[in-house]
C-alpha cells in the first residue's frame, strides 16, 4: 500500500515509463510464479508460509504473546525452507523465463532430421514398445545426461529401436537427442508432481516432468497400448496418430502455436467422449 501512496505522490518529473515497467515487470513475473506453482505441492507450501505471516500479525496485533514469539522465531527459516522445498518449481520458473521469444534469439537453432526418429517411434508404437525420446531445444539438458550412459550417435531408426528393445541395458530411462545427434541413453528424467496425472505410468510422469520444466519435445510409446504421446511445455498431446507425429513434432520445433492449440483441442475433445 505504501508503495502505491508513493506513486501518487511522486513529483511530475518522474519517470513515469520506468515507473509502468517496474509494475509491467513485477505481475509478468508474479503470473509466471503462479502458472507455474498452481498444479504443484509448491502452491500449497507458499500458502502454509503466507497463514504462518499472517497468524504472526495477528498475534501481535492481539496481544498474544508466546503466540507472537514462537511464530516471530519461525518466520526467518522460511525463506530457507522455501529455497530448499521449491528447487524443482524454482527451476521450472527459471525454465518459463528462458522460452521468452525474445532470448531464444542468443539460443543456438535446433536442427533434427525427424524421418528416423519418427520411423522409430511409429515401429515400436505398432510392436507395444515402451520409449521416452527426447529432442532438446533450446535449454540444454547437460545436467541430465552427464548421469546417464554417453553414446555421441547418428541418428536412426534401428539404432533408436536397438537402444529400447526390452532386453536391451539400455532401455530403461530416455533417449536425449541434441543437434541431430544422439548425446545418451538410459537417462533418468525429472517426475512430474502434479496430481491431475497421478494415475500415469513412470514413462508419462517422467516426460511431462521434463517438458515443465524446460523446453524440450518429450515423445512417449507406451508398452502396454502402443499410443504416443508428446509432452511439451507442461502439456500432454494424447494419444498422437503415426500419421500426424512428423507434422506435429515439426510444427512444435518451430514453435507454431496454433499446431500445438489444435493438438490440445483434439485431446480435450476424445478425453469428453467428442468423436473427431
Not at 507425429?245 to 514453435?255: E, Q, R, W
Request: a neutral charge; charged letters at 20%.
Amino acid at each position: 500500500m505504501d508503495f502505491f501512496r508513493g506513486l501518487y505522490i511522486i513529483p511530475w518529473s518522474k519517470n513515469y515509463i520506468s515507473i509502468s515497467l517496474d509494475v509491467l515487470i513485477v505481475a509478468f513475473l508474479i503470473y509466471k510464479t503462479y502458472t507455474t506453482l498452481r498444479r504443484t505441492r509448491g502452491i500449497q507450501l507458499l500458502l502454509g508460509v503466507g497463514i504462518i505471516w499472517i497468524s504472526g500479525s495477528l498475534a501481535e496485533y492481539l496481544g498474544f504473546e508466546l503466540l507472537e514469539w514462537i511464530l516471530t522465531n519461525i518466520r526467518p527459516a522460511l525463506v530457507f525452507a522455501i529455497i530448499v522445498l521449491l528447487q524443482p518449481e524454482l527451476r521450472r520458473l527459471t525454465g518459463d523465463l528462458a522460452r521468452i521469444r525474445l532470448l531464444r534469439l542468443f539460443f543456438l537453432k535446433p536442427s533434427f532430421d525427424l524421418d528416423p526418429i519418427v520411423e522409430a517411434v511409429r515401429a515400436m508404437s505398432q510392436e507395444k514398445v515402451g520409449s521416452i525420446i527426447v529432442l532438446v531445444k533450446d535449454i540444454s539438458l547437460k545436467d541430465i545426461s552427464e548421469n546417464a550412459v554417453p553414446m555421441d550417435s547418428i541418428v536412426t531408426s534401428e539404432i533408436l529401436q536397438t537402444v529400447f528393445f526390452k532386453n536391451s541395458p539400455l532401455h530403461d530411462g530416455a533417449v536425449i537427442i541434441e543437434q541431430n545427434r544422439i548425446v545418451c541413453a538410459a537417462s533418468y528424467l525429472p517426475m512430474s508432481s502434479s496430481v491431475e496425472i497421478s494415475t500415469l505410468g513412470a514413462r508419462h510422469r517422467s516426460a511431462l516432468g521434463l517438458s515443465e520444466e524446460t523446453d524440450a519435445i518429450i515423445i512417449v510409446t507406451s508398452e502396454e497400448t502402443g499410443d504416443i504421446t508428446i509432452c511439451y511445455e507442461g502439456e500432454m498431446i494424447h494419444p498422437v496418430k503415426p500419421l500426424e507425429l512428423k507434422a506435429l513434432v515439426s510444427g512444435l520445433m518451430s514453435g507454431n502455436k496454433r499446431v500445438k492449440e489444435e493438438s490440445q483441442r483434439k485431446t480435450k475433445d476424445k478425453d469428453s467422449g467428442v468423436i473427431i
